[in-house]
């Protein structure tokens, strides 16, 4: 097993520090293979890594950018990072999302563009990661998921209604994820304070999808004084 980095802070310190590592990412590597996903725990860094875009600090013209997940039913996630990344000069060619009518292919593009550089994660209440629900194998790649009530819960607070909550996403596995080379995980808020513990001492067991995450070499968990408030 692999110690995880663990850096705490105020959010915007946190959030600059996560920009940063990015940054240091796409400079050496232009065309970098980033796995990005949506959410609540990664608007800030998306934020700042627009500004920095637009400073002219780096450039993300020539990353290929690809989604973590989207619901089935909905384009909500690809939504989301077209709206936080507004500000950063990605190119439309080099944006992919998951289509869940044939999540294989997904993992065949990740193959063809050699491997994942990056992978940029929030994390679940339930210490999920994409929407890899707890018991999704650890050796799973691109799938459809059906959400739990959990996740649905978590949706409803952000908007969601009974009329318009997601059943399903398409997501990358853990396999896929745990893969990338380099891993940033951001979390916020005390609601998630639990999962981050478990994260970091609980056993590498599927009902807690975010502890595989010891088992990659290069990851980087930002967390705000909230979210590491049981550590």
């Known amino acids: 097993m692999s110690e995880l980095k663990i850096i705490k802070g105020e959010a915007s310190e946190i959030e600059e520090q996560a920009a940063r590592q990015i940054k240091d990412i796409v400079r050496a590597k232009p065309d970098a293979a980033i796995a990005l996903a949506a959410g609540r725990d990664v608007k800030g860094l998306y934020k700042r890594l627009g500004e920095m875009c637009a400073a002219g600090e780096v450039s993300l013209k020539n990353a290929r950018i690809l989604a973590v997940a989207e619901f089935s039913e909905r384009h909500d996630c690809e939504n989301f990072l077209r709206e936080q990344l507004c500000a950063a000069d990605v190119s439309e060619e080099n944006c992919f999302f998951p289509d869940a009518g044939a999540p294989e292919e997904y993992d065949r593009l990740i193959e063809s563009l050699g491997g994942l550089d990056l992978a940029v994660l929030g994390i679940g209440q339930d210490a999920h990661i994409g929407y890899n629900e707890p018991a999704t194998p650890f050796d799973s790649y691109t799938h459809v998921q059906k959400l739990t009530d959990r996740t649905k819960r978590q949706l409803s607070e952000r908007g969601y209604t009974k009329e318009n909550m997601p059943e399903y996403a398409v997501t990358m596995g853990i396999k ?16 998630k304070a639990a999962a981050v513990f478990e994260m970091v001492y ?13 088992i990659p070499t290069e990851v980087t968990v930002y967390l705000d004084t909230a979210a590491a408030s049981r550590l």
Not at 207 to 213: E, N, Q
């Open 176 to 191: 896929t994820l745990t893969e990338a080379r380099n891993i940033i995980l951001l979390a916020g808020g005390e609601d």
């Open 202 to 214: 609980g056993k590498t067991i599927t009902y807690i999808p975010a502890s595989f995450l010891q």
